[in-house]
């Protein structure tokens, strides 16, 4: 369902993404494991078009969408974002923001929103914030709002960039709960994340990514358990403890 | 396929842009300059005649500022000082007094202690309202009106003063400036205060030498740009005393361009010589800044407010 | 006193507050009649005077009314050209940053009333001669002052676009906006908050900035005030009545920069957003 294909990366002089060929179907979590500045990241944003690759072509649904053809917005409609700093809109209620994508850019009315606005927070176990602004949330909360506004797009598939990277400790489970039934469900989603937990559990296919290149890539239990490269390895065992 | 082109054309649209800000920029200044003095031509040789009296001018309205900046320091050190104390109501104060009274001490003698304790409350109180007054007013009055009313004032006791104008000028802008230089020793001092002289304190300094050894430093790094910037704007500010008749920069340009209407040449002249003193300034303001900051310590700037 | 604050129910925290802003108040009109008073004493009882305000009262009033006049028309032109040039600050392209940097630089680098005088005498001659008049170079000069606050609005509205942080917007770009409307729903709505409290001080400066109007025979409040003085000094009349005047005139600038700058923090207290500023620059 979005495939990836010779995508190369050059912020300045640094070659951040060295040729990556990855390839996900409808319904499959991915896991990208690796190394900070591995391009975790950057790859991710290749994907939605946050970032402009500098070669190579990506597809979503068999549509080549890096194309100066097709406008970034409307690939971003089609796969949501989950970041690691949250980024809810400050200034608007989690109902808002979770409705702002829809009314805006979508124009669906605003009746027919909110009340699919109040479904989702209900579904990611919010309801009683509705009306709170992102600073009077937790951070595990405002990743499950953020989650939600994510979902309220309807997208295809969502991409989460180390959601729980920036959360206390008592508060990443409740996100990965939400994450996990997402999977359940059927969503299509790419993860970028150090919770192995989460990974070993959910995942249906782990990636290994390193200095730009992928390394290795298999079934949790081949990477984790048996991996096929000394790189993977060390990196694991650094990981698993 | 994304080609690699797209670094290329990057790096052309790049250069039509930089090119295309020279010539809008350079172009927008020769049109208004053509629009003034298109048909006569611009008279260099009035300039060069002329500039002397300028310098003169000029000498004037750095003396001026300079002056005032400096007793304003003074002024703005004490006031802003005066303004990060804490006002503490009286009766808290007596009431940990009382509270603490050693169980030997007769409750007279501790009510004798007590007296002393309300004069330096009441007095720090006041002091504070004094400071705050002072600042509020020199904020919310114009300086047009500060100069005049000090001119004024010195009008009336002093009538036969020679440089009277100068000095209620100066007056004036000293007032001003101390105003204005309180609020950022003040917030100088409270950026770097907080948590920095309990630490100094905890490690065994006295208040002095907390003072001396640990807020001093940090702060002094803090206030010398917006002090600059302060400076900068205080030699603007300058040109107020046009309205008492100081024959500093802009009084003298506002007479000579009505003398032989050459008044472009007169208005490009004099913006010369004011950018010639603000704007190297401010550049070595940025410079001073980036090189010798602290991480994680600065100071939110306002346009220190200066008219 | 944390949790003490804590178990404060929130309706009697607001009225606490409300009774000590109301404290507060009534501390500043008090002691500002008492330094009003103070004052009089110490340079000679003249605000009373009802001689004095038989030949003042009518350039006071007259002063007053133009001088709101020419805020009327000056803030609101700075406000539009100060966004204007403060949008244009953070484009990506050269061509429209460096013209106005050059146009900010220009304005801080001078003095205001400097510009003021000399954009009042050559303004005119721009124009064709029956377009020339006193009521042009008037109109000139308060448009430089509007022009001149624009700058310092620029740098304003500047900081407050850069301060939304780079994550916002790349979440808007992530639920498929475009630029514009990034702009309009996420970007505007925090950078105009963050602005107001910085924008509340230079309104304050712009009131001010009004008397500079004077050096060029604008008939508002410091102007005619000055006639006034010049009158009372040629005839002789009584020198105390300049402290008079000058003491009504700094307090008609005072209430008006009081006003102004809380009628700006009511305006802030109605569109906070709760814990907007802790993105703050």
Known sequence: ?241 | MVPPLAEERRRRTRALDTLAAIVLTLGAIAFIANLFVGRTGFDFAYMQEKYPIFLEATKLTLYATTLSFVIGMAIGFFVGWARTARIVPLRKTLHDHARFRAADTPRWKSRLGAVPLILSSTGKYYLRRVADAYVEIIRGTPLFVQIVFAWSVLLVNYPRLDDLGLIAGIAALTANTGGYQSEIFRAGLQTVHAGQAEAARAVGMSRLRAMRYVVLPQALRLIIPPLTNEYIGLLKASSFLFVIGVQELTTVGKSEAFREFKVFEVFALVTGIYFLMTVPLSKAIAYVERRYRIPGLGMQQARTARV | MGTVEAAVRPAFRRSLFARQSAVRMAEILLGGLLFLVLLQVILGFSLLDPDLWRVYSRSFWNGILRTLGYIALILPVSVAVGFCLGWARVSRYRAITWPVSVYIEFFRGVPPLFVLIFASILGPTLLPERFQSVELGLTLGALTIAFHSAAFQAEIFRAGFQSVSRGQVEAAQAIGMRGLQSMRHVILPQALRLSLPPLANEFAVVIKDTSLLAAIAAGELFHLSQRIQDTIIRGGGSLDWLFAIWTAVAVVYFVMTFLVTRAMLLLERKVHARGLEALAL
Request: net charge neutral; aromatic share 6%; glycine share 8%.
């Open chain 1, 1 to 241: 369902m979005i495939r990836v294909e010779g995508i190369h990366k050059h912020f300045g002089a640094l070659h951040v993404l060295r040729g990556i060929n990855l390839e996900v179907s409808k319904g499959e979590v991915l896991v990208i494991i690796g190394p900070s500045g591995s391009g975790k990241s950057t790859l991710l944003r290749c994907i939605n078009l946050l970032v402009e690759p500098d070669q190579g072509r990506v597809f979503i649904d068999g549509v080549h969408v890096n194309h100066p053809d097709i406008r970034p917005e409307w690939v971003r409609q089609q796969v949501g974002m989950v970041f690691q700093s949250f980024n809810l809109f400050t200034h608007l209620t989690s109902l808002e923001n979770v409705m702002l994508g829809p009314v805006r850019v979508k124009g669906v009315s605003r009746e027919a929103t909110e009340e699919r606005a109040k479904d989702l927070l209900a579904r990611v176990g919010l309801s009683a914030k509705a009306g709170a602004y992102p600073a009077e949330l937790s951070g595990g909360q405002q990743q499950r709002v953020a989650i939600a506004r994510a979902l309220a797009m309807d997208p295809k598939a969502i991409l989460f960039d180390e959601p729980t990277s920036a959360l206390d400790p008592e508060y990443i489970r409740e996100v990965l709960d939400v994450m996990t039934a997402l999977a359940r469900e059927g969503m299509t989603m790419i993860v970028v994340t150090h919770e192995m937990g989460f990974a070993s559990s959910v995942a249906s296919r782990i990636v290994f990514l390193d200095a730009g290149t992928i390394i290795e890539e298999g079934r949790p239990e081949e990477v984790f358990e048996t991996p096929k490269h000394e790189r993977t390895r060390v990196f694991v065992s650094k990981i698993l403890r």
